[in-house]
């Protein structure tokens, strides 16, 4: 997704953008602090390039055969360094009213997107299993969509947040025997799923930067919520997604 919104150094006027991926580039963010997590042992390392492409934990001997990404997203080095930086003047940006706003604005523009990409997916595949599945995960985004919507409109207009009490998601028993789906519609529907899981996953840690960034008690609450909901909707599509390459059967509705 590369919905953007701008935001303002208070420091020295520059600006920036807000995006699914944060506000820095997690290679930026390491290079910044010259440091990164482990995934392997949890402690942190100074960055040491063994290649183009490897890096090594100096406690472990881990391996990140990708980039610096293969340490730490950029969302979990922000809330481990609970700040953001200017890429300008190099200072700590103050998260505001202001910020809220246009963090929701990205949101409200993400779920959107989402509840297209599953109306189209439950409009290409052929199985009823998969196409109920598509169909709830779009109605379900679209719960998103309109609740972050009245959420803009209250904090705009009275500067309030509103409460969130989450949205449900229920397997409906399809009637219909599933069938064995075989070359390339398999294909599509895998690729399908497999953007999705994509897109759920920056979305789950999207909501979970918000919540650590958003002050207001309520804010911190929806954005945890919001976050599990995307957790959940990417493990469902994990289990569709293991069950295709398996088995060439859909799961949905067990």
């Known amino acids: 997704m590369s919905n953007k ?5 208070h420091h020295c006027g520059a600006e920036a953008e807000i995006t699914l991926d944060g506000f820095e580039k997690v290679e930026d963010v390491v290079r910044r602090t010259k ?3 482990c995934k392997a042992c949890g402690k942190e390392v100074e960055i040491e390039p063994l290649s183009d492409r490897v890096f090594v934990c100096q406690n472990c001997r881990a391996e990140a055969d990708l980039t610096l990404e293969g340490f730490e997203s950029v969302q979990e080095v922000l809330m481990r360094e609970k700040g953001l930086r200017c890429k300008v ?5 103050f998260w505001s009213h202001r ?3 246009k963090a929701v604005k990205v949101a409200i523009e993400a779920e959107r997107e989402a509840y297209q990409n599953y109306s189209r997916a439950a409009k290409r595949t052929k199985d009823p299993r998969g196409k109920d599945m598509f ?4 109605e379900f985004e679209m719960n998103h969509y309109q609740k972050l919507k009245a959420l803009l409109k209250s904090l705009e207009e009275q500067g309030e947040w509103l409460l969130y009490d989450g949205t449900s998601l229920k397997k409906r028993k399809i009637p219909l025997k599933p069938e064995r789906i075989t070359g390339q519609e398999q ?3 895998m690729d399908a799923l497999k953007i999705a899981i994509r897109e759920e996953r920056k979305a789950r840690a999207y909501y979970q930067f918000l919540s650590e960034v958003t002050k207001d008690p309520r804010g911190k609450d929806m954005y945890k919520r919001l976050a599990n909901e995307e957790e959940l909707h990417e493990k469902i599509l994990n289990d ?3 069950s295709l390459h ?3 059967i859909w799961s949905w509705g067990d």
């Not at 919104?5 to 150094?9: I, K, N, R, S």
């Open 35 to 37: 440091k990164g997590i």
């Open 99 to 101: 910020e809220d706003i």
């Open 89 to 93: 003047c190099g200072k700590e940006i």
């Open 135 to 138: 169909q709830q995960l779009a």
């Open 240 to 242: 569709q997604y293991y």
């Open 187 to 189: 294909l599509t529907d």
């Open 5 to 9: 919104e701008t935001y303002t150094c």
């Open 246 to 248: 398996n088995t060439g």
